[in-house]
């Protein structure tokens, strides 16, 4: 399959292209730094997910070079807006939900445009336990979230007509620079209230795409799946 992933560079997105390029994908990535992947199956292209020219420039060339894609797994997210709202200055807010959710639209909607044209597509969006847990000082963050899980829901029904799925994957807790920033008390107070109440690992999210992108799930769609045990 051809599978788009943003945010390559590092952290989560840099593994998911990484194991999907050694599963014997064709894995086209994207972030705003330079590729940091070394894999016959892997082609980078540095670009923000925010700028609609840049991101119209991928997919036509996508569209030329491999004939479309199969799988679309937006992932590149900020976390700029780590404070109470009212110390959350407008740019902060605004670079936040501008690549959490406007970045995912972007794509989310040229992406469509290809998949339509070959009567298939999965599309995959990053969600986050934030939604569920409303933490006090991360209210752009989990808006940008929530805003991604109603595109979810709304573009499922838009598409399956056209072959297309559309789903949400939201991680409990996985190191990355993202976390960084989290106090690691105020985590611990949260993974406790999960199931399963311990930092997660992306191998239970590529599991969990791994099955959202086979031909068992295809009548999966409009659904947010929590991982940890949310
Ligand atoms: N880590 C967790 O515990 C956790 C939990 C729940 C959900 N998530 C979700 O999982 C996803 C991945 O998070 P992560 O922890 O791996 O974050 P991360 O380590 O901070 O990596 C973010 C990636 O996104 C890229 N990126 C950021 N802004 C971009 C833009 N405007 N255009 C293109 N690429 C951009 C970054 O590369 P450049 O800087 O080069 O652009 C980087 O490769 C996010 O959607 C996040 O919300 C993570």
Known sequence: MVIVITGTR??????LAEYFCNAGHIVIGCS??????????????????????SVKLFFSQL?????????????????????PVALVSY???????????????????????LMMKNS?????????????????????????????LAMTKILAKEVYQYGITCNAVSP?????????????????VVLKRNAIPEMGTTKELIDTINWLISPQANKITAQNIYLGGV
């Open 10 to 15: 590092k952290g989560i997105g840099k593994e």
């Open 32 to 53: 705003r730094g330079e590729k940091s992947i070394e894999n016959v199956n892997y082609e980078h292209h540095s670009f923000d997910i925010t700028d609609e020219k």
């Open 63 to 83: 569209r030329k070079n491999r004939g479309g894609l199969d799988v679309l797994i937006n992932n590149a997210a900020v976390n700029n807006a780590l404070a």
């Open 91 to 113: 740019n902060a807010a605004a670079s936040t939900m501008n690549t959490n959710f406007m970045g995912s639209f972007l794509m989310a909607r040229e992406a469509i445009k």
């Open 120 to 148: 298939f597509g999965r599309v995959i969006n990053m969600g986050s336990m934030a939604v569920k847990y409303e933490e006090k000082g991360e209210a752009i963050y989990t808006a940008s979230k929530a805003a991604v």
């Open 172 to 188: 409990s807790a996985i190191k990355t620079d993202l976390m960084d920033n989290i106090d690691p008390d105020a985590l611990n």
